[in-house]
């Protein structure tokens, strides 16, 4: 386990630099391609709960440390990246945010399935950008949004979704080249009082 959480968090870090490079598209809203953010919600997916807390730390306060850059009220706007004027750690809380909810999707991805999984990555991110909006307005004492912004924060979360598929294929094929497997907490123990049950349930079919 410890050599794929070492390469997950290797790739968390190229991803920050794959980011810088990632350009915007003016005639698209300025949408973005938000790598990082794909990243970890394949991460949050395939890695048990204090793991996908511990990455939310780590991505978060780098995400921060980053683009958490003060502007002036006149010169900032509003971008699915640039994190102006938000609060130092809002990036955390909203990764642990993001990753508890697709946390419930473990066991769709144990199955060899990512179409249920990209979907909710493309909602959890076109959430996580609105909450990001919302708060910015909020700290600016006022309200504004446009059919643009709608538009930028939902081509940036289905660009999102269009690139998770090779993220979770990626985290699924290093689980299996370094003998991890996708376990869910809670699911075995689970799964062996449902047999007990049923064995119990047969026996006392047999017996009448």
């Given amino acids: 386990m410890t050599r794929y959480l070492l390469c997950l ?27 990082v953010h794909a ?10 709960f204090p793991v996908m807390l511990a990455f939310a730390l780590i991505t978060g306060f780098l995400w921060d440390a980053r683009y958490q850059i003060p502007l ?11 994190q102006n004027e938000l609060p130092f750690g809002f990036a955390v809380f909203s990764f642990g945010l993001s990753g508890l909810i697709l946390q419930g999707l473990r066991p769709t991805f144990r199955e060899q ?15 996580s950008l609105f909450a990001e909006y919302c708060v910015l307005r909020f700290h600016r004492g006022s309200w504004f949004f446009s059919l643009g912004i ?28 370094f003998r991890y497997r996708i376990r869910l907490d809670g699911w075995s123990e689970y799964e062996a009082i449902q047999k007990r049950r049923d064995e119990i349930s047969a026996s006392a079919a047999n017996a009448g």
């Fill in 150 to 177: 709608a538009w930028q924060i939902l081509l940036s979360s289905l660009f999102c979704s269009l690139i998770s598929p090779v993220f979770l294929l990626c985290l699924s094929r290093l689980a299996k080249r």
């Fill in 113 to 127: 399935s990512i179409v249920l999984p990209v979907v909710f990555i493309s909602v959890v991110t076109a959430l």
């Fill in 9 to 35: 968090l290797a790739m968390t870090v190229l991803a920050f630099v794959v980011q810088e490079f990632s350009p915007r598209w003016p005639l698209l809203w300025n949408a973005e391609l938000l790598i």
């Fill in 72 to 82: 002036e009220a006149s010169t900032a706007l509003a971008s699915s990246v640039a």
């Fill in 39 to 48: 990243l970890f919600c394949a991460i949050a997916i395939a890695t048990p």
